[in-house]
């Protein structure tokens, strides 16, 4: 089947930096995204690696790395407003994307 | 310039009803994806529109269907309500059939089935 894994929960303090990773087992990969979503609100999207290596902006930056079907996402200088989910999502042929189940980030003061 | 809209925000319907949410995707996109988002999950794919055809499907039942209208509008149509079909539905918009990578998504229809 296709699925991507990533950590239920990631807590970090103000300031600090964190990494959310994300495994996928999907055919027909293109490329892999990254959406925030706080609660209540709509999945905004943050960036999209088609190939390996890394795309930075701003405070987050997203790698990809094809050959182990793994990704991650790296926020820095975390702000309180950053607690919110974070998906990856697998582009999947053309025109769909695999969600993954979600990473809870709490940021404390 | 516009976002996506959804509506209506809420919708409470019991089982064996038939319901239908609509999505305007942002301004000048013309490709539009439905998902559904159940608590604490990620969102599913449902299908995806564009130039009025679907153009694929996620694994969901034929009682999903939808529909693409001239001005790049969409609507969702869920028949024989089941309970489990309680969920967010999302509308993502994004611009040419798969040539670009980010999708807008609109706040949602949130369903309740009784």
């Known amino acids: 089947g296709q699925s991507l894994e990533q950590p239920s929960e990631v807590t970090a303090v103000e300031g600090a930096i964190v990494q959310i990773n994300c495994t996928y087992q999907?055919?027909?990969?293109?490329?892999l995204s990254w959406y925030q979503q706080h609660d209540g609100g709509a999945p905004t999207f943050l960036s999209y690696?088609?190939?390996?290596g890394l795309e930075e902006t701003g405070r987050f930056s997203s790698f990809l790395s094809r050959s182990d079907s793994y990704g991650y996402l790296l926020l820095q200088e975390l702000q309180m407003k950053d607690s919110a989910s974070y998906f990856c999502?697998?582009?999947?042929?053309?025109?769909?994307?695999?969600f993954g189940t979600g990473t809870r980030l709490k940021v404390l003061a | 310039d516009a976002g996506v809209t959804q509506s209506p925000t809420h919708l409470i319907k019991t089982r064996g009803q038939q319901v239908t949410l609509r999505c305007s995707p942002k301004?000048?996109?013309?490709?539009v994806s439905w998902y559904q988002q159940a608590l604490g999950q990620g969102p599913q794919f449902i299908f995806q529109?564009?130039?009025?055809?679907?153009?694929q499907r996620g694994n969901f039942p034929d009682r999903f269907s939808g529909h693409q209208f001239p001005n790049y509008s969409s609507e969702l149509n869920v028949n024989a309500l089941l309970l489990g079909d309680s969920a967010l539905y999302l509308c993502?918009?994004?611009?040419?059939?798969?040539?670009?990578?980010?999708?807008?998504f609109g706040p949602g229809t949130r369903l309740t089935v009784l």
């Open positions: 993502a918009s994004s611009l040419g059939q798969g040539a670009y990578n980010e999708q807008f």
């Open positions: 999907t055919s027909g990969f293109y490329g």
């Open positions: 690696n088609a190939l390996d």
């Open positions: 999502a697998a582009k999947s042929g053309t025109y769909k994307y695999i």
């Open positions: 301004s000048g996109h013309d490709t």
């Open positions: 529109y564009y130039e009025e055809e679907e153009r």
